[in-house]
């Protein structure tokens, strides 16, 4: 996945640093998820990020469990399967309706 990344994007991940890039994204909101017991992303990196998160526009879900992607049973490619997935990501995104609906007026 490394050398994919860097061959199809250009992007070194060993360059990469979560806490100086969430900084970038200033106070847009943003929803950031996790699994408790990921065993790819420690939860305390988890928290890490969102300490440096400098926005006022922050919306967590540090789910319990082992899923990577979230989504139980790691069915990313069905998350229609995990109510309670679905639920927090509709959740967040009514937060946007109403500019929808004035960008819709235009």
Partial sequence: IITYGLLQYGMDYFKIIPEESIKKIGDKPIFLMHSTEDNQ?????????????EGNNLTTWNREGWEHFVVRENNISQP?????????????????KPIARRLHAI
């Fill in 41 to 53: 992303i420690p939860d305390k990196s988890f928290h890490r990020l969102v300490a440096a998160y």
């Fill in 80 to 96: 229609r399967t995990d109510p309670e997935f679905c639920e927090k990501i509709l959740d967040f995104l009514q937060q946007f």
